[in-house]
């Protein structure tokens, strides 16, 4: 178990099973006052969330020991350490928990995707990034995490197909970059190729945060939130972040 101030994990079952609590205080405000820099938009309401998760798919694994970041390019290493110099895992979940806020408590069900990281991360090279995942139904799943091409035209590109019990690598071919500020209903689709084939899946932003001139990553954009999926037609929600600089956004 391990946690920080109002929020705890707790490890039930290792790469299985998770709970996360939470007993504090979250901001009260809208995605259109962060949009619009109002950070201190809103008051303090109470929230408290209890929520057990169970994985679904393996784990997407980063390897990037600095034994393997010293034999990349310099090119290479730039992005090696915008993911991250060290390890990092995540994996997709189904949840079901409470969720308190005001004093009024609801139980739901939800879809999420569990991250552990042991690394560095110096940013000075960070061009932005566009990060995606979602699980489905009938248990298929997928993952996305892509930087901007650099000045050669390279980049960082990976992602994962799991169907059929089997993980597939993949990569990019459609990347829906973060260029508008929008509550919701942004596009969000994407193409992934592996050796599947092309898996063409259409997503529509649903809910949004945003950071706006972000300073904790070198003054970028930070859009956080959640899209609706559809795959084959199977839909699903599933988690987006992405960032870019402000000359990279509209109006």
Not at 159 to 166: H, K, L, N, P, T
Request: aromatic residues 10%; glycine residues 10%.
């Amino acid at each position: 178990m391990f946690g920080a101030g109002p929020l705890t994990f707790r490890m039930i079952e290792p790469f299985r099973r998770w709970a996360v609590t939470f007993d504090g205080t979250a901001r009260d405000t809208s995605a259109a006052d962060q949009i619009a820099g109002r950070d201190d938009a809103g008051t303090r309401i109470p929230l408290k969330y209890e929520i057990e998760m169970e994985m679904v798919a393996p784990s997407w694994v980063q390897d990037l020991s600095p034994e393997k970041v010293a034999l990349m390019s310099p090119r290479e290493q730039d992005d090696a350490r915008s993911m991250g110099i060290g390890w990092r895992l995540e994996q997709v979940f189904r949840a079901s928990g409470t969720l308190t806020v005001d004093g009024e408590t609801r139980s739901f069900r939800g879809v999420g995707n569990r991250i552990k990281r042991q690394s560095v991360r110096p940013l000075d090279g960070f061009r932005g990034h566009v990060w995606q995942a979602a699980c489905f139904p009938d248990g298929r799943a997928f993952a996305l995490c892509t930087y901007p091409p650099a000045a050669d035209g390279s980049t960082y590109n990976d992602a994962y197909i799991y169907q059929d019990g089997v993980m597939h690598v993949a990569h990019a071919a459609r990347i829906p970059w973060l260029r508008r500020l929008m509550p919701r209903g942004d596009d969000a689709s994407l193409d992934l190729v592996s050796d599947l084939g092309v898996a063409q899946i259409r997503g529509t932003t649903e809910f949004a945060t945003f950071r706006v001139n972000n300073q904790e990553m070198g003054g970028f954009t930070l859009q956080q939130g959640g899209a609706h999926y559809e795959w084959d037609g199977q839909e699903a929600f599933g988690m987006i972040e992405r960032s870019a600089f402000a000359s990279q956004i509209e109006g």
